[in-house]
């Protein structure tokens, strides 16, 4: 099916994030833990980083999205993604699951697969291998790398948004959201984000940061922060002399987004 020449409004949702300037609520990967905080900061809002069993379903009441990343994860991080996703659920806020590294161990496949029995996600968020195998795909994730898939992304994406009742955002060269009777194809970035730890889950503290601002339309939400999370890329490219420099920039060129800057480079169509 080929795009519409539907018209996709990406500078509101960066406006309602920097209006609503919302709580995002991350159980996150310990990696990146301090960048995935700075690019919801660099973004307006304001993220918090709670993993005490003791207090993430407290924490969840005051926010307005939750973000659980299983980057590193244990047993005890995902009974407290279970308790923080169960307060969010009754609140009836998004719940966003980055499936880092599903398809890389069966341990990491089950505990998805746990979460997503047991609680209602709203955005599942993965890189080509990890939603493709989370879809019950035979693919293998190269730790946290994306793997081969053999299968047409957005059909995939489009399949599992269906089983699963939610948006799916697979992140690579071009993201792919789906969500309701929407596909979303995004085409801002920059190759030097592949050189970067952290972008990934990066995207993910993104897209909960639109979610929590905007979550009337899910599957819009997610790709209008992928959409401007890649033209900060794009721009952080053009000046930077590395990757450390890239990062820095990445999130200065976040931080200073507008609307004339979005509508001018916006890259997305809708199938």
């Known amino acids: 099916m080929k795009p519409t020449a539907k018209s996709v409004p990406v500078a509101p949702f960066l406006a309602a994030v920097q209006h609503k300037r919302p709580l995002v609520h991350h159980l996150t990967n310990w990696v990146t833990i301090a960048d995935c905080a700075q690019v919801v900061k660099s ?3 304001s993220p918090v980083m709670a993993h005490a069993p003791e207090e993430v379903a407290d924490m969840a009441k005051l926010a307005s999205a939750v973000v659980l990343n299983i980057g590193t994860l244990t047993h005890r991080m995902v009974e407290s993604m279970k308790l923080a996703a169960r307060a969010a659920n009754q609140r009836r806020i998004p719940v966003i699951l980055d499936v880092c590294g599903a398809g890389a161990t069966p341990f990491r496949d089950r505990m998805c697969l746990s979460l997503l029995a047991e609680v209602r996600i709203d955005v599942i968020k993965g890189n080509a291998s990890e939603v493709a195998r989370i879809a019950g795909l035979d693919v293998r994730t190269r730790g946290v790398d994306a793997g081969e898939v053999g299968q047409d992304l957005a059909q995939v994406a489009g399949k599992l948004a269906r089983d699963r009742s939610c948006t799916v955002a697979i992140t690579g060269k071009e993201d792919c959201v789906a969500g309701g009777d929407e596909l979303y194809i995004v085409g801002n970035g920059h190759e030097m984000m592949t050189r970067v730890v952290g972008t990934g889950c990066m995207a993910a503290s993104v897209i909960g940061t639109f979610c ?24 952080a490219a053009g000046e930077a002399t590395g990757p450390l420099h890239f990062k820095q920039l990445l999130l ?20």
Request: a neutral charge; proline letters at 2%.
């Open 212 to 235: 929590g601002s905007s979550p009337q339309d899910l599957a819009a939400a997610a790709a209008a922060g992928l959409v401007c999370f890649g033209i900060a890329a794009e721009l």
């Open 43 to 45: 973004l307006g809002a």
């Open 252 to 271: 200065d060129r976040l931080a200073g987004l507008d609307e004339k800057t979005v509508i001018a480079r916006q890259r997305v169509t809708v199938r």
